[in-house]
């Protein structure tokens, strides 16, 4: 049921059964892992759509690598028989020579299809957009769009929604296979479509086109141009992939590792090393401020070193609040839940919510303080601790908005960065109370 | 196409067409701000279809609360015209005094599908299937399916694709609709069926289900019990609410911020205290470690006062490591990216990682080091920064795995969590070098 066991079976027979019936993920999973040109050799014992149903699962850098080991013209066959969204995305990522060279072999109408599809900016949902879908003219009957549908055939996929288009392409309205297999034989698709379909422009980040498919549960999202006419459809099950993609990314990125271009299975060390160290010496700086303020008070410091017992304790809880609070913005900016307009009233709820944790931190860390270093100090803690909880939480609710006021992603609010700034202010404000106030209580 | 602008909009004609015509996802967020009362009064007003639509897409807290606010006969016409798997769910999050109330009101097939669907435990695949699809015996033939799939015609959804089950309800196989639709009309629904369908068992995490479907780009999933009977299926579009609420999960326990029962808009003050304050006050013991490393060694610090300023830039770069080390790992653990038994293969790909972050950020601290406390100094930060960044990093890549091993959630293994630990470990490390070496060197 989940990946089969093709690795361990050595009966030839068993294995050339499983390429051709196992499942196209299970067997695009092994092929993976063998060299690129074992697999282009192992590929093209196989049946051509059997080929490109495998090929369209394998993973970027491997379908890449499998591509390039191959012949041109049993490339030029694959390609030609892929779906349109799965050779445009191949086409993409191999370079300049290999793409010259694939071209010429090509028929014309492909070369112009993966030309077209291509050409969208990675990233927006005209990047993950398939051609593979049916169009119907306005004045069609339910038999002959059955009929149509019946000889375009067109992948599984797609051909669940059609499109209803004027003479210029402009989507008029969908309708779905279920109602044309239901309907009266001689109603129009002008009757049967859905008016005003949600749809997505092809410039529009593709994470929008993932969220409306989510939120209006779409099988798929027709895409237009900017003069409203239908370019591509993007599809559920691609949908599901952009949605985890974007959550993995957002995940990295909170934990201030930058976006990998494969995963992190199969990624190299140097790509690895490549996607940490830029954040961790940015995050150096920030240390240092803590370090300056510290060096600072190294007078009160030296005057009351039971001082420094309690500091990991405070600027450390500061760090973890302002954490939670920028993980719960981040992820809910992420998903529609709050937008940029409900800044105001998150702000007061989060200091609300800040107030009481740094209240209870405090009757927390008050009764540690008085009985490692008196009542005194257990005082100048426990202001701090209320104070810096509530400074934390308001930086770190508030970083991801003022990124994404700025047009930069929520996500770079990461816990590392928010605990940076968090640390630096939790050494600023302990460190000055104690200043203020111990000179005066003892 | 995004949210109609329904509240600003005063004419009550239009207000009237939207909630009748507006797609059911933005006539629900209207509803979902209303008073319950008021709601419930409103969508009395509208077609039961229509109303049950609407239903489906209410959240949890709203949907319940209007429900409880009807009347019990509107209530219980409201339910049976819901879809299976919804009405299940708010069936789960009634309390027993309003389901007892509700189910003498329903026909008894209904009360019974209601019951066996919401038996199943919170988080399994049975959780979120629902029992709207359709099932043909394996002699039917194409055209005789299409006829019996026209007049049950069952939710949008679910009639894409068909289970072929025998007498005893075990499946079979699958057939699409498209399948049905371009077959010879006398083919029979055995010649049809893809065999052994991938599936899922009722009580396997509703996370593996939603895996399962956007690995093997489903339209829904069939589950079977434990005698592989077919009992239900789970379609795309739930698939695609699990997973983003998965990657809402991981992300909050990333944040060490407890999962929330409903989104962060709408959550209350006490609600997020809760989910916050038990991780604030479990990570005060980490830093309170931290606090007696550095009580321990009050003699070295006040003999080199000097190597305090250094302190935060290198226990945060520890910290900060490791917490790059725990995201990518509990993320790729969540995504089946990487499973247990690739441990010890990540162990060594990340030490050689963090090696050479160590490296980078030692040469990077020692000229700090150099210039603000002598070469001496210098020569200890360094020293203590590869050995941080590496024990930081190893730690952080470990904790998930062993969370997993001990079947606890990787994503426990947060960024704050393993900054404590690694805080706490950066202490020991950085004086124990510095009490050992500089004595010698100065």
Chains 1, 2 share one sequence.
Request: hydrophobic share 50%; glycine share 6%; aromatic share 4%.
């Amino acid at each position: 049921m989940n990946a089969t066991p093709l690795t361990g079976t050595l009966d030839p027979d068993i294995i050339r059964a499983q390429l051709r019936l196992g499942h196209a993920a299970d067997v695009a999973e092994m092929f993976a892992t063998l060299p690129p040109a074992e697999a282009a050799g192992l590929l093209a014992t196989l049946p051509v759509k059997r080929q490109a149903e495998l090929f369209g699962y394998l993973p970027p850098p491997a379908h890449t690598a499998v591509a390039v080991a191959m012949r041109r013209e049993h490339l030029a066959r694959l390609v030609s028989a892929m779906s349109h969204d799965e050779r445009a995305d191949l086409f993409r990522d191999l370079d300049d020579d290999h793409r010259e060279a694939l071209l010429p072999a090509l028929a014309q109408a492909e070369r112009e299809d993966i030309r077209r599809l291509a050409a969208y900016a990675e990233g927006t949902a005209g990047s993950v957009m398939t051609s593979d879908y049916a169009t119907l003219p306005p004045d069609l009957t339910a038999r002959a769009a059955l009929d149509r549908l019946r000889v375009e055939a067109p992948d599984r996929e797609t051909i669940y929604d059609a499109y209803v288009v004027d003479a210029r392409r402009r989507l008029l309205g969908v309708v779905s296979l279920r109602q044309i297999v239901l309907a009266n034989a001689r109603a129009s698709m002008a009757e049967l479509m859905r008016r005003d379909p949600i749809s997505v422009r092809a410039d529009a980040p593709r994470k929008e086109a993932a969220n409306r498919i989510a939120r209006y549960d779409l099988l798929a999202l027709p895409v237009l141009d900017a003069d409203d006419r239908l370019v591509g459809i993007v599809t559920a099950d691609d949908a599901m992939d952009v949605q985890q993609q974007e959550a993995t990314e957002d995940f990295h990125r909170v934990g201030t590792v930058s976006p990998l271009a494969e995963g992190v299975k199969s990624a190299g060390i140097f790509l690895l090393y490549r996607a940490r160290i830029a954040w961790l010496v940015v995050l150096v700086f920030g240390n240092l401020f803590s370090g300056l303020g510290i060096a600072a008070f190294e007078d009160t410091i030296q005057a009351h070193i039971a001082l420094v017992f309690f500091l990991p304790l405070l600027i450390g809880s500061g760090g973890n609040a302002g954490s939670q609070a920028a993980t719960l913005m981040v992820r809910a900016l992420a998903t529609d839940d709050v937008r940029l307009s409900d800044w105001s009233r998150m702000l007061a709820r989060e200091a609300a919510v800040a107030g009481l944790l740094g209240l209870s931190m405090a009757l927390a860390v008050s009764l540690v303080g008085i009985v490692r270093a008196g009542p005194e100090v257990a005082l100048v803690v426990s202001l701090a601790m209320v104070l810096i909880v509530l400074v934390g939480s308001l930086v770190g609710m508030s970083l991801p908005f003022v990124l994404a006021r700025l047009r930069l992603d929520p996500a770079t609010a990461s816990a590392p960065l928010v605990t940076s700034i968090a640390d630096a202010l939790g050494v600023l404000i302990y460190f000055g109370i104690a200043t203020t106030l111990l000179p005066l209580l003892l």
